[in-house]
């Protein structure tokens, strides 16, 4: 088969989780802050996006692995499918979907956007990053000065400007606060930066007229680490007052980078000031850069965190064809009958075991990440991120990031190798999608945060910051969960695998506090297994959510008993094939010692 239309979307479940599950037709949709959609237009607009998403923009998926990205003269264009995609993409509206009225959008609230989102990063991640204009203008419209506004915003949309976030630096990486980007005022509102920095996605193209770069400098005299540094906008093309365009604005794509996989996203090292004066504009005129800056970041986590799941459920329906139309073996029940028919490999019992570990886990990260999503309307709906209202909601979407982006991007990575097993030798070739996916997906846990640094997050900032209330008050919704009792005694082993591995859990965190008091290299140790079984908790605690809607959904609607069923064995399989897990987990880290510590480093 081509990879080229590689993408059949799971549109159901995005589905059942909005509008069956969270129910956000009656709870967010038509509320302010949010637009006037309802939910049969919300359904109609996804349902366009899954087919623009599957009969276009899949198609751009695989050109860029034979026809890369190109830096000639510090200019990149890109292959011409790409950017015929990204037109379809305009052309059809999708970047107005979360836009705010105001700025001539449709207003969804973030779980419609995250949706739509998983849509286009499961057709052609590459093509995602081409979109971060979009935030841009949000974070603008939300921080900016009013001048700010006007100068920007009108043009940013209607003209479909790309837009980058520019933190790392070649020698700093993940330690921001090593940052040697400077800022030198030169007049009362511009600003001159001068710096290299690495790893920028997005930081060049021929896709737009103009990118906007959110660079992170530290002015002159500014104190050194994070706290010293300030957020400028900085677009590549200048921008006059009125909104016109003037001329080359002295930043420079240096290098392009050669990757594993990811190879449609230009991922460049940005050159700001060499040979020419590079202008910005400071953010909103205070220096607050980098809590600005974490604006962009925690989207971007959940959006990695979208990625994932969605490449996991791509590769868990090609998988799944794949195995329907594979023709090996006889049934394992006649094995020694030399006469028996050959069977599709989807009726061998280990096949059937991989296929449902993905289906199993792309259901309950597609459950995460919506959930998370959900929590982000309440947030919206009660004063946005950081209002005070919206204090509860806004401090359970943090503990929940790490999550989403941690555990999602370790784990598809690991299920994305089950897809390529099921498919035997063919899966190691380029005939099929799934050797792309896990490139493609690989990067996931590596930015935005690696894996561990979403560990350290969680425990030491978003744990600690209010003495564990918020992880508590989740904790007790799943024991309330693991402890209700169904009128039917369908899901009572599942409620009660859910119940001991919420304790476990609870064992496991009591331990590490505990063990705190010795060393902090425990959490250093540690970290990671910590953040996996508190994700898998709560992953296991909405399947079972789950299952309770989809029994009482087969009552009301038989016509698609076969989805509820599904709905079932998923949240049975995760909840006795991986929440026991948590129990060892929790032994690891009781038995969890710093002898690692101690092993000399010519020993290594």
Avoid at 557 to 567: E, H, I, L, T
């Amino acid at each position: 088969m081509s990879s080229s239309n590689h993408y059949v979307p799971n549109l159901r479940d995005i589905e059942f989780n909005l509008f069956e599950f969270l129910d956000i037709g009656r709870a967010s949709l038509g509320h302010a802050p949010f637009g006037d959609l309802d939910e049969t237009s919300a359904r109609q607009m996804l349902q366009m996006f899954a087919q623009l998403s599957t009969n276009e923009l899949a198609l751009s998926f695989e050109e860029p692995e034979h026809n890369p990205p190109k830096l000639e003269n510090g200019a990149v264009t890109l292959p011409p499918g790409l950017k015929k995609a990204m037109n379809a993409f305009f052309d059809a509206g999708m970047h107005l979907l979360e836009q705010p009225p105001h700025l001539g959008g449709l207003g969804a609230p973030p779980s419609l956007g995250w949706a739509a989102f998983e849509l286009l990063v499961g057709a052609n991640a590459s093509l995602a990053f081409y979109t971060l204009g979009n935030l841009l203008a949000r974070i603008i419209d939300r921080l900016g000065t009013d001048a700010q506004k006007q100068r920007f915003l009108p043009h940013m949309l209607d003209r479909r400007w790309g837009g980058s976030m520019v933190l790392t630096e070649p020698d700093a990486g993940s330690d921001v606060g090593a940052a040697r980007t400077k800022a030198r005022r030169v007049s009362d509102e511009v600003w001159e930066i001068d710096g290299v920095k690495r790893f920028i996605t997005n930081g060049d193209s021929d896709m737009s007229e103009n990118i906007i770069h959110m660079v992170l400098a530290r002015p002159e005299g500014a104190a050194p680490g994070t706290k010293g540094l300030s957020l400028f906008v900085v677009p590549k093309y200048w921008v006059n007052e009125d909104g016109s365009l003037g001329e080359d604005n002295g930043v420079v794509c240096t290098k392009l980078e050669k990757k594993m996989g990811l190879k449609g996203s230009v991922t460049c090292e940005l050159t700001f000031g060499d040979g020419k004066p590079c202008r910005g504009l400071l953010l909103g005129e205070v220096h607050d850069g980098i809590r600005q800056m974490f604006y962009i970041i925690e989207q971007a986590r959940m959006a990695v965190g979208v990625k994932s799941m969605a490449t996991l459920s791509a590769g868990y329906g090609r998988a799944l064809a794949f195995s329907k139309d594979r023709l090996q073996g006889a049934d394992l029940m006649q094995a020694r009958d030399k006469t028996a028919p050959r069977v599709p490999i989807f009726r061998h019992p280990d096949v059937r075991r991989m296929l449902m570990a993905q289906k199993a886990h792309a259901e309950g990260m597609r459950a995460l990440c919506l959930y998370t999503a959900f929590i982000q309307d309440g947030v919206e709906r009660k004063g946005g991120h950081r209002a005070i209202e919206a204090g509860e909601l806004d401090t359970l979407n943090d503990m929940l990031l790490p999550l989403v982006k941690g555990y999602c991007s370790e784990k598809a990575y690991e299920m994305l190798s089950l897809s390529l097993q099921v498919h035997g030798g063919s899966g190691y070739l380029q005939d099929y999608p799934v050797e792309q996916y896990i490139r493609d997906q690989k990067i996931d846990t590596l930015y935005e945060g690696t894996t561990h640094i979403q560990a350290l997050d969680l425990l030491m900032r978003k744990v600690a910051r209010d003495g564990g209330a918020t992880l508590q008050g989740l904790l007790s919704q799943i024991r309330e969960a693991a402890e209700r009792a169904g009128e039917d005694k369908e899901l009572e082993a599942e409620r009660a695998a859910l119940g001991k591995a919420l304790g476990d859990l609870e064992l496991m965190l009591g331990t590490l506090m505990g063990k705190l008091g010795e060393s902090v290299y425990h959490v250093g140790l540690q970290g990671n297994r910590v953040l996996f079984a508190v994700a898998e908790v709560v992953i296991g605690w909405l399947l079972v959510r789950h299952a309770e809607v989809a029994l009482e959904r087969m009552k009301s609607n038989p016509g698609d008993r076969a989805f509820y069923v599904g709905k079932l064995a998923s949240a049975r399989w995760f909840c006795h094939e991986v929440l026991p897990g948590v129990a060892h987990a929790a032994r690891m880290v009781e038995h969890s010692n710093l002898d690692l510590m101690d092993v000399p480093e010519e020993s290594f």
